[in-house]
T-cell receptor
Framework: GENVEQHPSTLSVQEGDSAVIKCTYS??????FPWYKQELGKRPQLIIDIRSNVGEKKDQRIAVTLNKTAKHFSLHITETQPEDSAVYFCAAVDGNQFYFGTGTSLTVIP | DTEVTQTPKHLVMGMTNKKSLKCEQH?????MYWYKQKAKKPPELMFV???????INESVPSRFSPECPNSSLLNLHLHALQPEDSALYLC???????????????FGPGTRLLVL
């Protein structure tokens, strides 16, 4: 089955700096890669996703890059704000099976 | 409407109780999921229903029993739970089915379960 690794497990940045979270996956059949943000006590919410036929996608301050050959994808958050503080999960998806990374706890220091 | 709803929000139960968690979506999604999540850990898949039929059961103990009465509803029946079953139980739905192009999974707000 699929194995998704996510790094780092914790990340602290100063407000205004950039944050990068990286994930690797093992199964080349995975072809959809969403990122979820989960604030304390709340549900995971989709923030951005990318499909295997695209190398990069951007939505305002958030971007995701995908390298299918190397089987890794990354989340980039620019101009971080305190409200970006949360746990972020990547996932690799094959059909209707979601395989989640272990999560990154991001803290943005004002 | 991209909302999945869950009831109750919180549940405290003893080890001999029987209770049920409920999930509802009206997005026409044909895949529905139950996940268990511990604090700061990723969601762990428990069950997947496709077209109201159980398609994936990730070796979950029999004290958890899922039910899909119709395409909009998903229940999780709980009986004789253990304290280690205390967690956030998340329901999710997706328009994707096995063998089809994957689609976004939408999560409900979860039920926070405490087993005493």
């Amino acid at each position: 089955g699929e194995n998704v690794e996510q790094h780092p497990s914790t990340l602290s940045v100063q407000e205004g700096d950039s944050a990068v979270i990286k994930c690797t996956y093992s199964d080349s059949a995975s072809n959809y890669f969403p990122w979820y943000k989960q604030e304390l006590g709340k549900r995971p919410q989709l923030i951005i996703d990318i499909r295997s036929n695209v190398g990069e996608k951007k939505d305002q301050r958030i971007a995701v890059t995908l390298n299918k050959t190397a089987k890794h994808f990354s989340l980039h958050i620019t101009e971080t704000q305190p409200e970006d503080s949360a746990v972020y999960f990547c996932a690799a998806v094959d059909g209707n099976q979601f395989y989640f990374g272990t999560g990154t706890s991001l803290t943005v220091i004002p | 409407d991209t909302e999945v709803t869950q009831t109750p929000k919180h549940l405290v139960m003893g080890m001999t109780n029987k209770k049920s968690l409920k999930c509802e979506q009206h997005m026409g999604h044909r895949a529905m999921y139950w996940y268990k999540q511990k604090a700061k850990k990723p969601p762990e898949l428990m069950f997947v229903y496709s077209y109201e039929k159980l398609s994936i059961n990730e070796s979950v103990p029999s004290r958890f029993s899922p039910e899909c009465p119709n395409s909009s509803l998903l229940n999780l029946h709980l009986h004789a739970l253990q304290p280690e079953d205390s967690a956030l139980y998340l329901c999710a739905s997706s328009s994707a089915l096995a063998g089809s192009a994957p689609e976004t999974q939408y999560f409900g707000p979860g039920t926070r379960l405490l087993v005493l």
